[in-house]
Structures are given as C-alpha cells and as structure tokens.
C-alpha cells in the first residue's frame, strides 16, 4: 500500500488518523469481503497501487477510485451517446446495446490536473487491446461514453480531459498557463497511456498486445500529434475531421467565418433561418454532378455555386439573401489567402450548409457561432504566452501580422509537421478520415496536409499510402453522425487488420443507419484520391453499386 501521507504534512494528526483509518477500512473490507472474486478485488485494490514513479516521475499518476462494475445496464442517455461515440471512434456497437460487459473501472489524474477514466473488460473477456479516445474541441470533462463504448468490443478504453475543466470552446483555462497549454497540446495523450499501461499491467498482470488511439477533432489532431511526438506509444490512429494545424483552424478558419457573418457589432449578419434555403440552392446545383441525386454531395470540388442567385430583386424581402449576406456566404465559401495570394485555409466545401447552424449561425439568440468562440477563446487564452488584454478587440488581431508572435503556440500545439519517419519505422498505421460536409474543419485542409507528407515521405524514398491513408467521407459532418453521409465505419477493425494482419485498407465499408440503427444505405469509400463512383444502374444503396475511380 502507498503512504498517502508524508510524515512532514501539515495536516493535523487527529485528520491523518481518519483519513489512514478509513483507507486501511475499505481496504479490509476489500480482503476480507468472502464474495468478491480475486479479480474484484484486484480491481478495487488498484486504487492502493503506487502509481507515482511513472516516468521517474514525470507521469505522476493516482487512482481515487476503482470498483468492479456487474452487468450494469446503460440507461437511454447513456446508449444513445455510447451509440454516437462508438460511430465517431470507428468502433461501432449495436444501436439496441444497453448492457456493458463486467468490467473494471478506474479513475484518476495524471500530474497536475489531467482527469482520467479507464475501463477494463474482466479478464476473460479483454482483447487485449488498448483504446484510447482523445477529447475533442477544447477538451475540459472525462467523457463516460467512449469507454462505455469501447468495452463493449472488449477494448481497455480510456478518455480524459485533456488537463483541464473548461465548457465547450472555453479557454480560461489556459490564461498564462504554460503546463496546461502543453497537457492540451500534446503531453496529456501520452502520460495518461502511460498511466493506461501500468494499470493494465497490474490488473491484468500483463501489457496489452496493442495500442490505439482514436478520436475526432482535437481528438484526431491528437492521434496525428502521438505519431510525430511519441511514435512508439500506439501501434494504430484513427484520426476523424483533425485539427492538424491547429492554430490555423481557430485564427485563420474559425477567425475569418466569424469575421464573414458578424458586424462591427458582433450581430449576425446570417442567421440559422436562412440556412435551408442556402442548402436547397446548393443541393439542386450540385447533387447530380456526381452522377447520383441523393442528397449528397460527394465531391465539393465539382461544384460551382454563386451565392448571387439567392440575392434579392428589387421589392423582394423574403426567400432572398440581402447584399450583405451574399457577401458573407461568399466569403464562407472562399478560401483564406496571405498577402500574396496563397491559400492558407480551404474555404467552407458546398455541402456543409446543414452545419453552418451552430458553426456559423447562432445556435440560440443569447449565443455567438462556435467559430466566434473558437476564434476569440483561442486568441486570448491560448495564443500568446501572456494573455491578452480583457479589451482587447478580437477584430484588431492580424494573422499575417503576428506569424512571428504565433511561433511559439505553433510549436506546441500544431501537428503538421509531414516527417512522420519514426512512426512509420515503428509500424506504425494511421486511419484518416473526413467527412465532406465538414463545416468546423473544411477538409481542404486535411487534404493539403496529407500531400505534404505526402510529398515529404516520398523525398525521402518512402510512401505514405504504406501507413497512413485518408478516406474522404460524402455528406458527413463535424464529428457527428446527423449528416446525410455514412458516418458508420469500423475502423478499428480495419486498422487492426493493417497493423496486425498486414493487410492494408483498400476500401472501407460506410454505412448510414436511421434512428432505430438499421442500415439504410451502404458505400464503399476508396484511400484519396480515389473515390465512389456510382456504376450507373445498380441500386445506390448497395455499396456493389460503386467502383473505385474518380468524380468528373
Ligand atoms: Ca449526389
């Protein structure tokens, strides 16, 4: 057992006496409990373990709670975000799964404040496996639901909250904190694994086989991150919709379609109401141009929508968009350019105008865009060792500007880097997935990165297809599955075939499921470049209907 207090504490004894008292109880009752199996006990017994030497230190880690959980039933909350998370994993699970297979649950931190929660299948049951779901947005609580998730295929599956508390795009949090800007940008996915491993280790009395890290967004920009910074840590990524250029995403991207839709005020000038005519005009200009009306756009690229076909005649005020509007759906659309006229980030892909409520429209009146947030919480918080003045006027902010000034967040936090030798060296694999009507993260942006390392691998005599490829996913959204694309794929199992059995994914199998979890639509996605292209005749429903090749 650990001393939980050091004889030096300034606690007063009568406190010390208590609080040892009631440790040395529930760890009696542990022993001499006649019901619990030695398994139960080992798993309850995790929270006496020594985790402090982790790292020499570095990974200081303490479990303040662990218990065995028996055939427990996920109540309708629960399912329904397991269910989601399952989808934004790539690990999918029945829509009708509501039992969670025994297991062991583990909570706990990583020194300073990086919360975690681990889930361990029973012995039996464990595949021997590693799971990790990295947060996404600016991280802040310890999601339940991935690994609730997670153990239904029998992974160990953790989450945590990437070193902080924050709500949604908050970034307080970070105000001249150097510890928890590095936890966030790429320390917390490491020591939590190391954590993972050693209390698997204890519990299972063995490491797992393999590792893997998943997640959306930040959670993707995180697997990407793990393979340039600790190639070794996982054997797999799954990466969906990643913020790999993190600091672009929230002062190039975020900052400009906050720019394009608010007024000097901060009033909207577009508002969610306009969004479904917006959507219906681009959907009749471009569904069919990938040879298949079906509500999904497959390839952004093909399409050539101009916003000044919605603008109001003379005496019209309704069904229309002002001059003002036009303007600010054509600088949605439009990439962001330097002074020089390159482009720094894809514009809004044609599509992804069902998510621009939220994004780039007010959820609520009482709100701004999440894009505001994203740009002005980053901005403040995050972007500059000292944070800015309270006054500060988020509209005065230069990108072009303060490159120089950026350096150093850039450093920390961007993923971009294209020399990915060492995890390909290590057999490392990496599933990169996203969705076409993406309107968070265009994937304009995830395509420019991977032809660099792309273009940077192959300099260097080695191919990137060889351990990482992309899948661009038609009419799916920002780590969400409401879109009109197939946001149902196991990639897991896909990676798993890659890292374990050689056999690298040259199609994967997309699903889009109705509200009762049954398969409406199938498709087959192809590594990029290549696409789904419809044969033609066959039912588009069937993925035997679409070969792999490319959109004209
Ligand atoms: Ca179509």
Known sequence: MK?????????????????????STQLMAAQTAPQLSAEERACMSLRFDDFSKLESGEAATNVIESSFVKGYQMNATESEWAYKHSRLMGAPIPRSQTQLPDHCLVKGYVSPTIRFELRLPARALWNQKYLLNACMGFCGDVSP??????????????????GHTAYGFDGKWARNNQQLKIDFAYRANHV?????????????????????ITGCSKGGHAGVMAAKRYP?????????????????????????????????????????????????????ACDHKDGLVDGVISDPRLCDFDPQTLACEAGQV????????????????????????????????YGSEPEWVGWVTPLLTQLQPF????????????????????????????????KENLQEISKLIDADDPDLRQFKNSGGKMIVLHGWSDAAIPAYATIDWYENVESFMHTHHQEVRDFARLFLL???????????????????????????????????????????????????????????????????????????GFLK
């Not at 947030?373 to 403040?380: I, N, P, S, V």
């Open 3 to 23: 001393i939980k207090f050091s004889l030096t504490s300034k606690v007063s004894y009568p406190l010390v006496f208590v609080c040892v008292s009631s440790v």
């Open 145 to 162: 639901y991935p690994p609730m998730a997670g153990i239904v295929r029998h992974y160990a599956t953790m989450s945590h909250d990437g």
């Open 192 to 212: 939590v694994a190391v954590a993972a491993k050693a209390i698997m280790e204890k519990f299972y009395h063995t490491q797992p086989q393999y590792s893997f």
């Open 232 to 284: 070794n840590d996982f054997d797999g990524v799954i990466a969906r919709g990643p913020t790999v250029n993190y600091t672009d995403v929230n002062l190039v991207n975020c900052m400009d379609n906050a720019r394009a839709v608010l007024n000097d005020r901060d009033e909207p000038i577009l508002s969610s109401q306009e969004i479904p005519m917006i959507a219906s005009a681009v959907m009749s």
């Open 318 to 349: 309704s069904n229309c968009l002002s001059t003002q509007q036009v303007e600010a759906v054509k600088a949605l659309y439009a990439p962001s350019k330097n002074a020089q006229g390159e482009v720094i980030y894809g514009g809004l892909p």
């Open 371 to 402: 894009a505001y947030y994203a740009a002005t919480e980053y901005l403040k918080y995050l972007a500059y060792p000292e944070a800015l003045d309270i006054d500060y006027d988020w509209r005065d902010f230069s990108y072009q500007n303060e």
């Open 474 to 548: 038609p009419g799916v959204i920002h780590c969400g599955i409401d879109g009109p694309g197939n946001s149902t794929y196991d990639a897991i199992s896909a990676l798993e075939a890659w890292v374990i059995g050689g056999v690298a994914p040259d199609s994967l199998l997309t699903q889009k499921e109705n509200a009762l979890g049954e398969v409406i639509k199938e498709q087959p996605a192809y590594p990029y470049p290549m696409q789904a292209v419809y044969n033609g005749k066959g039912d588009p429903t069937k993925a035997t209907s679409f070969y792999a």
